[in-house]
């Protein structure tokens, strides 16, 4: 099974999951009369948008490249990824907007246990769907499904603080239910702008990181007849790396020998990084 597929069965899993704990999470935030509750639920219907735009962005990214996209398409899972973090951002500061107005004006009131009930499902839930989630992630190298996975993973997290506000609400400290709709606001929105730079620097090809460089210098230095290597040059492209590699030889050797060893270094660094899209190895002068 090729990763897309991999991918977008994951993420339909999702789905399904999501909207049988929104509409449970709903249920419990009208019955319950919880703010928190119902902060957490819009949290939730947010995940299902976002699985969505995982799913076209998996599809985009890995077709073929083209006439008008010759490098392919990769970028435009950065692309994606900065959609949701967008829809990270929105979401958090909508549910802290409907916190920070619930103290304004004061309405407080005591959540019922079905809220409380709802938000430990949640993180038991969402907690799971995000292991499940990374797990792919990491396995297709997709950056928008990792998104994805850690917008479970802040769903969890905001699921506690819920669940924290509820409980201590339900005991007689009602102003602690609209506090964990506002603490939820700052968990999502932090993770939201993380994956937004993450995505700015997909776009504007950052190099890669120490461990992928250090990796090309001991590969090429492996290679027989490689004298020194003069240059290199790498570029994030969507979750693929570009390598420009520059190395001087012996320059008593043929023109023909030379391109060989070139050829060994380019070959060998594909072969063993699967993370490098394409590497041009060039001989530069002593």
Known sequence: MDNVKIGTKASWNSIIINILLSLFKLTGAILGKSTA???????????????????????????????????????????????????????????GYKGINDLIKGSLIV??????????????????????????AKKIKSTSMEADA?????????????FIGIFFA?????????????VVCIIIV???????????NELVDHRASNEI????HSITRSIHGVKEIKSLKTRIFGN??????GISVDKNISIEEGHKIAETVHK???????????CTVIILPN
Do not use: C
């Not at 990214?61 to 008008?68: T, V």
């Not at 932090?190 to 700015?200: H, I, N």
């Open 37 to 95: 509750m119902l902060a957490d639920t819009v949290h939730s219907l947010a995940d299902i948008a976002t699985t969505i735009v995982v799913i076209i962005g998996l599809k985009v990214s890995n077709k073929e490249a083209d006439e008008d996209h010759p490098y392919g398409h990769e970028k435009f899972e950065s692309v994606f990824t900065k959609i949701i973090s967008f829809l990270l951002i929105s979401t958090g500061l909508s549910i």
């Open 111 to 136: 959540p019922g246990k079905i809220a409380l009930m709802a938000a430990l499902a949640s993180i038991i839930v969402k907690e799971s769907l995000y292991w499940y989630t990374i797990i792919i």
């Open 150 to 162: 850690w917008h479970h993973r802040s769903d969890a997290i905001s699921s506690i603080g819920t």
């Open 170 to 182: 339900r005991r007689g400290f009602k102003i602690f239910d609209p506090l964990a709709a506002i």
């Open 190 to 200: 932090k993770v939201g702008v993380e994956y937004y730079l993450k995505a700015v």
């Open 213 to 216: 460089i250090e990796q090309i």
């Open 240 to 245: 693929k790396i570009y390598a420009d590699v």
């Open 268 to 278: 060998n660094i594909e072969e063993n990084l699967l993370d490098i899209k394409h």
